[in-house]
């Protein structure tokens, strides 16, 4: 079995002040790590995932996470944030095995607030 | 344009009155998915298909049905929907068998059953 965790539901910021959305994910087999976004009255789109490697991954409109296999987190972050970027974010975590291979499992989301 | 196509878009209904919400895609995909999103939840998955004539129950698939008879089409049907069926679903494909590889969401349908 897999599971996501989004440690803030809201996350209110000014304008080009950095930000970081937090996920903890557990899973007992080696997994893949996505972040999405989604805009308003729109479906969602793909920020950036880790497949292996670097565990620091880069991704569209500035945004980055890195994995930590020990704390079991993909945190997204972005060191200044636009009006543009409130939307809904969501951690999402894909087993690379066993029972849960094909199994997209997200988590509640985290609503980002830019304020101007 | 490559994309996933849900239809309809939006539909109100009232109980017991079966309804089938299409979902197609242009990319070839082996993987389709079906999600509903309910706020403070995220996204749920209730049936996923690697490919045609493969499908599988995800976290909630009681009260739904799908079918995968063509590769492009993964239709989600709702035998005898009831209230706690409302919600925002999204169709979803992916190339291999959805492991690794991102998806690609249509752009919604929101139901509503009273």
Same mark, same amino acid.
């Given at each position: 079995?897999q599971?996501v965790?989004?440690?803030?539901?809201?996350?209110?910021v000014?304008?080009?002040?950095?930000?970081?959305l937090?996920?903890?994910?557990?899973?007992?087999v080696?997994?893949?790590?996505?972040?999405?976004?989604?805009?308003?009255?729109q479906?969602?789109?793909?920020?950036?995932?880790?497949?292996s490697?670097?565990?620091?991954? /880069?991704g569209?409109?500035?945004?980055?996470?890195e994995?930590?296999k020990?704390?079991?987190?993909?945190?997204?972050? /972005?060191?200044?944030?636009h009006?543009?970027?409130?939307?809904e974010?969501?951690?999402?975590v894909?087993g690379?095995?066993?029972?849960?291979?094909g /199994?997209?499992?997200f988590?509640?989301?985290?609503?980002?607030?830019?304020?101007? | 344009?490559?994309?996933?196509?849900?239809?309809?878009?939006?539909?109100?209904t009232?109980?017991g009155k079966?309804?089938?919400?299409?979902?197609?895609?242009?990319?070839?995909?082996?993987y389709?998915?079906?999600?509903?999103?309910?706020?403070?939840l995220g996204l749920?998955?209730?049936?996923?298909?690697?490919?045609?004539?493969?499908?599988?129950?995800?976290?909630v698939?009681?009260?739904?049905k799908?079918?995968?008879?063509?590769?492009?089409?993964?239709?989600?049907?709702?035998?005898?929907?009831?209230?706690n069926?409302?919600?925002?679903?999204?169709?979803?494909s992916?190339?291999?068998?959805?492991?690794?590889?991102?998806?690609h969401?249509?752009?919604g349908?929101?139901?509503?059953?009273?």
């Amino acid at each position: 079995a897999q599971s996501v965790t989004q440690l803030d539901s809201q996350v209110p910021v000014f304008e080009e002040a950095p930000v970081e959305l937090r996920c903890n994910y557990s899973s007992s087999v080696s997994v893949y790590l996505f972040w999405y976004v989604q805009y308003p009255n729109q479906g969602l789109q793909l920020l950036l995932k880790y497949l292996s490697g670097s565990t620091l991954v /880069k991704g569209i409109n500035g945004f980055e996470a890195e994995f930590n296999k020990s704390q079991t987190s993909f945190h997204l972050r /972005k060191p200044s944030v636009h009006i543009s970027d409130t939307a809904e974010y969501f951690c999402a975590v894909s087993g690379a095995g066993g029972t849960s291979y094909g /199994k997209l499992t997200f988590g509640q989301g985290t609503i980002l607030t830019v304020h101007p | 344009e490559a994309q996933v196509t849900q239809n309809p878009r939006y539909l109100i209904t009232v109980t017991g009155k079966k309804l089938t919400v299409t979902c197609s895609q242009n990319m070839n995909h082996e993987y389709m998915s079906w999600y509903r999103q309910d706020p403070g939840l995220g996204l749920r998955q209730i049936y996923y298909s690697m490919n045609v004539e493969v499908t599988d129950k995800g976290d909630v698939p009681e009260g739904y049905k799908v079918s995968r008879k063509e590769k492009r089409n993964f239709p989600l049907i709702l035998e005898s929907p009831s209230p706690n069926q409302t919600s925002l679903y999204f169709c979803a494909s992916s190339t291999g068998t959805g492991g690794g590889q991102p998806q690609h969401f249509g752009d919604g349908t929101r139901l509503s059953i009273l």
